[in-house]
């Protein structure tokens, strides 16, 4: 049995077969259903509903408070009765009529408007000022480089970057070894040697040997946090082996190769975001655009510049490695074991750093000078080639050791 929905004044109770009856009462909309499967109301009870509904207060042609052409209003859920819309007003013409957003016309109109060359010319003297004003001279290659990040901010990167390095370490399940573990012991030895003539010995140190013997790798982030992991120690074979990789990644630091990767990034993005825009209007997708940009980008621009630097960072750790008395010769035999352990090795081209046999040719090129640094160290001085090297970055002048 079901009850409609009524005024107080109405005790009516209907029957009928499972459809939605609706009923206008003083201008409102009454909806009840049935449940039972029963015969359909009378017609004397249908008079009866009628005979209690007063007369419409609006005429057919004005609106009425709750029923718009025949269309019930459809309230959202948690809405309040002015936030109510009429469903179905959607109009197919309307919308077919409308104009698009953006159209290649309109983008290529804006292109032309003075008010974009005035915008253009001014953003690109800004950059250009920008770009002139922090230019910076590396001592031991000459070349000029763009630097926009100071040293405390990029030791702020690499804590950062230290404590995400640990927390992927851990999740992977990756042990850290212990102080007294023999291959701590032996990074520490060659560490601590290094440290004096690395011209930033007032750092912070931190080693983090990674047992892992199928990884041969190592790094130092700035802020002198070390990490070393197994699998290279058997291909160092001996210290001066250790020195070798262990002095190229602290010159990487000392050269400041991270602010000057960090802000090529800047100049990088700027451009590819501009051709994802541009060939947007050619209909080519952003997607695929994206990544074509991108990997262009890092062809012409990145993979030189980090070639560079692997260069500087060799040339500087050859010679650090020789004021520490560890032998030059040992550099040249460490990367021929490396490029034997290479399982294969791309194009100089397509890769961040020079190819294995480029690397030993100009190692055996500067080892008549590392020999000669060799020499003249007492092993213990804490005036060495990287001080300079400091003192030369900061003046923004060229040595030529």
């Not at 890092?298 to 510049?305: C, N, T």
């Amino acid at each position: 049995m079901l009850r409609l929905l009524r005024p107080a004044a109405l005790p009516l109770t209907l029957r009928g077969s499972g459809r939605v009856l609706p009923a206008i009462i003083h201008g409102r909309v009454f909806i009840t259903t049935t449940t039972t499967t029963t015969r359909a109301a009378s017609f004397s009870a249908r008079s009866q509903i009628l005979s209690h509904i007063p007369p419409p207060s609006w005429t057919p042609r004005s609106r009425p408070p709750a029923v718009v052409a025949s269309r019930l209003i459809i309230p959202r859920r948690g809405a309040t009765p002015h936030q109510c819309r009429p469903f179905g007003n959607y109009d197919p013409e309307k919308h077919r009529r409308a104009r698009p957003l953006y159209t290649p016309g309109g983008f290529f109109r804006m292109l032309r408007s003075p008010s974009t060359h005035m915008v253009a010319v001014i953003a690109v003297a800004g950059a250009v000022l920008f770009y002139f004003s922090h230019l910076e001279t590396v001592p031991v290659s000459g070349r000029t480089r763009f630097n926009v990040y100071s040293s405390e901010s990029i030791e702020q990167a690499g804590e950062m970057q230290c404590k995400a390095m640990l927390y992927d370490l851990e999740r992977q399940g990756a042990r850290i070894l212990p102080d007294f573990d023999p291959r701590t012991i032996r990074v520490k030895r060659v560490l601590n040697k290094l440290v004096p003539f690395s011209g930033m010995a007032d750092q912070n140190w931190e080693i983090f040997v990674v047992d892992e013997p199928r990884v041969a790798n190592a790094f130092v982030l700035p802020g002198g946090k070390v990490f070393v992991f197994s699998g290279i120690l058997p291909i160092a074979r001996n210290d001066s082996g250790l020195a070798t990789i262990l002095g190229h990644e602290i010159a990487h630091n000392l050269a400041d190769h991270v602010g000057e990767r960090m802000s090529q990034a800047i100049g990088t993005n700027m451009l590819l975001y501009s051709v994802i825009v541009l060939t947007s209007t050619i209909g080519l997708g952003l997607l695929l655009s994206g990544w074509l940009g991108s990997r262009a980008l890092e062809i012409a621009f990145g993979h030189p510049m980090s070639r560079k630097q692997e260069s500087e960072a060799d040339y500087i750790g050859l010679m650090m490695m020789a004021e520490a008395c560890y032998d030059p010769h040992e550099a040249a035999r460490f990367w021929a074991r490396m490029d034997q352990a290479a399982m294969e090795e791309v194009p100089e081209w397509l890769s961040t750093h020079p190819s294995n046999e480029n690397r030993i040719k100009k190692i055996q090129e500067w080892l008549p000078k590392a020999l000669e640094k060799r020499a003249e160290s007492d092993c213990s001085t804490t005036t060495a080639f990287a001080d300079r090297f400091r003192q030369a970055l900061l003046k923004g002048v060229v040595i030529f050791d």
